[in-house]
Structures are given as structure tokens and as C-alpha cells.
């Protein structure tokens, strides 16, 4: 399907339109904090946009979920989410962070139904992202504004219209589906755009090295030195498209017990404490190497892919202003301890 348009000014009948098919979810906008949530009008939509606040993860992957219950005599699963949806207007960091979630929940050694079924009920519609903001660095992890993975369909905002491209085949289905909102064929200039907005990120870090610079490190006396500042409190884990820590816990009902699963993040400090009082890793130093360390090494090496999309919120969002992007230089630029040697 060749690339086509869509007035802006169609945007709420096409909404409508939607809307009587799926579920659509979108960034909507609260005193400067862009959030994604169910979209009933096109004026609920926030497209105009860098970033959002909170990434679209939560959409797969709710902060608690029922996963099954106990009435007293048999166990009962809770019903997978089957409904139809369409998330509008993410960018394309998201998107990407979502393949990485897949490689733990919908892989060979593991299928959550609960992740599964959305993903597999679930239109992609990202808009690229033509103003990246300076704490963004998604080229440095192999990403693009105009990135194409994990994309159903990409839109570019081009002023008074949005110009769109079918990524995959449920892409193209969906245009199709809803071609009377889209002009016939269009010429996007989706190269020259892509290479302007890639050319205003100012991170130049590579990190194709720092995999195997972190297997010297482990005992490096630098993880006490980087983490001192950090508090522990979890927001950049909370904030994070690919960050998936859960824990299980048992809630008691008036006839049993339901098991739910939250999130939870390997910055608390309770996070790997033992029933038997063990913690092995009982010190912030230790607790912020586990998360340098999964995401740029145990990662790479399991998936072949760095966890980090570099969408920048834990750089904006940090309440004691740790930058990753300063860390994963002093990584590259770090000499082994003897310890390490």
C-alpha cells in the first residue's frame, strides 16, 4: 500500500469511526503530564507532544493485575483481556520497547496470556517523533525517531496533515479498513525526515562495546561511586518502557484468595530480600550494578539487545538527576579495578 494522507480536520471522524471497532487509546495531556489512557474524542488527544510522561507499557503490562482466584474449592483464572485496540499517536521508542518486552513474555520458554493477548489484540499507530528532546538518545541504542520496529503503522505530522505508512501487513489492514479518511497515494519524504530528526539528537555515545566492557566491572569500585546518589525510590524503573520486574502476592477475598500480579523494581530495597532474611545484595552500590547490569549485559548477552531504548524519561524524571547516558560513558571510559582484573 502505497503512503497516504489525512486532513487533520478528519481526525474526529476518523476517531468515531474507530472507535465503533476497537478500543482507542492515546496520549492525553494533565497539567503538563502526558499519560496514555482510553480516548474518546479527538480533543482528548495530545499530539503535540515529545515524549510522554509515563511510556504506553502499562497497556500490556498493568501496574497490578489478577492473574487467577481461589473461591475456597477450585481455582479460577481470571479471563484474558480479549477486546480489540488501537494505541495512537506513541512514538516510535515505545513501539521498539515492546519488542524487547516480547522477548520475555511471548518467547520459546515463556507465553504470558495475559501479554500475549493484548500484543496479538493490538494496533500499533506510532507517530514519529520530528523534536526529540535533549535527554533523548535512541540512535545511541539503535533506535530512530522514525523508527519502523515494532510499528503497525507510522504517521508523520506534516501541519495541517498526517502522512502514513503501513509497516506491517495488520497495518496495512488497518488503512485499508479506514481508507476513506486517507487520500490516495502520497509522496512522504520519509528519508530526509528521518535524517533531520536523528540529526538533532546530541547523544554520541556507541554502545555496541559496552556489553563486554561491563564483564570486567562486576567488582569494580566505581558501582559505589555512581550510585551514591540515588535514593532508591524506583521512578525511572516505574517510567521505563522495557523495565518488567513483577512480584506475586496473595489477596484475601470474602471467599478465598486472589492472586495478583504488581510491579515492583529491582531499585527497592527490599526487592531481593530471602523469606529466610538473606539479601544478597543489601547495598544500593549493589542493587543499581543488578540494573546497569541486566540491561546492558545479562540482557545483550541472553536476547542479543541492549534494554534500554534510550527514550530519556529516567534522565528528565530522576529526583537526584543521575544521567545513564554519563554512566554508560564512565563505563566506556572506566579502567578495571584490580578487583575485576
Not at 493490538?122 to 535512541?138: E, G, I, W
Not at 541472553?302 to 543521575?322: I, K, Q
Request: aromatic letters at 10%.
Amino acid at each position: 500500500m502505497a503512503d497516504s494522507k489525512m486532513a487533520k480536520a478528519k481526525l474526529g471522524e476518523f476517531l468515531a469511526a474507530v472507535s465503533a471497532d476497537y478500543e482507542v487509546y492515546g496520549p492525553k495531556a494533565d497539567n503538563g503530564v502526558v499519560t496514555f489512557g482510553r480516548i474518546a474524542s479527538a480533543d482528548e488527544l495530545a499530539l503535540t507532544y515529545s515524549n510522554s510522561t509515563v511510556s504506553a507499557k502499562e497497556l500490556f503490562l498493568p501496574k497490578t493485575e489478577t492473574v487467577y482466584e481461589f473461591d475456597g474449592e477450585n481455582f479460577v483464572d481470571d479471563p484474558l483481556p480479549e477486546q480489540k485496540r488501537v494505541v495512537l499517536g506513541l512514538r516510535p521508542c515505545d513501539c521498539r520497547a515492546l519488542t524487547l518486552l516480547d522477548g520475555t513474555f511471548d518467547c520459546e520458554r515463556v507465553q504470558d496470556p495475559f501479554y500475549v493477548t493484548r500484543r496479538a489484540n493490538t494496533v500499533l499507530v506510532a507517530l514519529a517523533c520530528d523534536r526529540p528532546l535533549s535527554s533523548c538518545f535512541c540512535t545511541a541504542t539503535g533506535g530512530d525517531p522514525y523508527g519502523e520496529e515494532g510499528v503497525d503503522v507510522l504517521l508523520s505530522d506534516e501541519g495541517e496533515s498526517f502522512l502514513a505508512k503501513a509497516v506491517t501487513d495488520r497495518g496495512k489492514d488497518f488503512l485499508e479498513q479506514y481508507g476513506k479518511f486517507f487520500s490516495g497515494k502520497a509522496a512522504g519524504k520519509w528519508a530526509e525526515r528521518a535524517k533531520a530528526a536523528s540529526g538533532k539528537m546530541t547523544c554520541d555515545l556507541s554502545l555496541a562495546e559496552v556489553s563486554q566492557r561491563l564483564d570486567g566491572l562486576f567488582e569494580d569500585d566505581m558501582w559505589e561511586r555512581v550510585s551514591q546518589k540515588c535514593i532508591g525510590c524506583g521512578t525511572c524503573s516505574y517510567l521505563c518502557p522495557t523495565c518488567y520486574c513483577f512480584d506475586l502476592i496473595d489477596d484475601k477475598t470474602a471467599t478465598g484468595v486472589k492472586k495478583i500480579r504488581r510491579w515492583d523494581c529491582c531499585m527497592f530495597q527490599s526487592f531481593a530480600l530471602h523469606a529466610s532474611g538473606h539479601d544478597p545484595r543489601p547495598i544500593t552500590a549493589a542493587r543499581f550494578r543488578q540494573k546497569i547490569m541486566h540491561k546492558f549485559n545479562y540482557h545483550p548477552q541472553r536476547c542479543g539487545l541492549n534494554s534500554c531504548v534510550g527514550c530519556g524519561r529516567c534522565v528528565r524524571a530522576c529526583p537526584v538527576n543521575l544521567d545513564i547516558r554519563q554512566l554508560l560513558g564512565d563505563i566506556l571510559a572506566a579502567a578495571p579495578s584490580a578487583a575485576s582484573e
